[in-house]
């Protein structure tokens, strides 16, 4: 049984390993964005490689938990959650290497205010709080997280439509604003993942899922 709580402890362990990789990769995009940075965006490119490495050794570990341990209970639910846990993080960093192809396509600037900076870090911010969700076992959290998601797709949904109206007002900035399109999609589909993820967390401390509650006749409070 001692054996079976440290392949435990080295499943949390890998997996706050592989989001500590995802943090630091959303933070180059960012700063690859902001700096027009080809050393920055490959840097990020580069990087993904180590999520892949990550997510094939978890699954590894999850797969061998579960076929030759008889995981009950909260056990369960934690390898459970990893399955999908450590392919979100995953994703996180395909969605990053995205961005970072286009850093150096979106300059000059053609939006007046900060909200692609806005975007970047409300989707920064949902990623560390669903990992701090799963580190300190905080359902609340989680239900912060997803809750946030709300406000980075209204914020989406703005950028989208300033975007277009620009591109229909001036042709030269077509090029550009369809760059940025594909950025902040991929901002927002990070978020989603921060969102699974904290779902997840939910499944793991409250043994009932968080996904489509209005099939449940329940919602998250």
Known sequence: MRQFDQELR???DGILAMAGVAEEMIDLTSQALTER????????????????EWELKLDRLCVDL????SPAAGD?????????????????GDHCCNIARRATYVHPPILSTGSLERLGQETRAMVRMAVDAFIGSDAGLARTVIH????????????????????????LTIERAS??????????????????IAEEVLFI???RSAKHTYLQGDSVE
Do not use: C
Not at 76 to 92: C, F, G, N, Y
Not at 179 to 196: F, G, M, P, S, Y
């Open 10 to 12: 080295d499943l949390r």
């Open 37 to 52: 940075s080809r050393t920055k965006a490959d840097q990020v490119m580069a990087m993904d490689r180590i999520l892949d």
């Open 66 to 69: 579960l076929a030759l341990r």
């Open 76 to 92: 369960l639910r934690l390898i459970a959650s990893s399955l999908k846990i450590v392919p979100e993080l995953e994703r996180i």
């Open 148 to 171: 946030a998601d709300d406000s980075v797709d209204a914020l989406y949904g703005k950028i989208y439509r300033d975007l277009l109206r620009l591109m229909m007002s001036d042709p």
């Open 179 to 196: 760059h940025l399109i594909l950025v902040i999609k991929n901002w927002e589909r990070i978020a989603d993942q921060a969102t699974n």
């Open 205 to 207: 401390l409250e043994g």
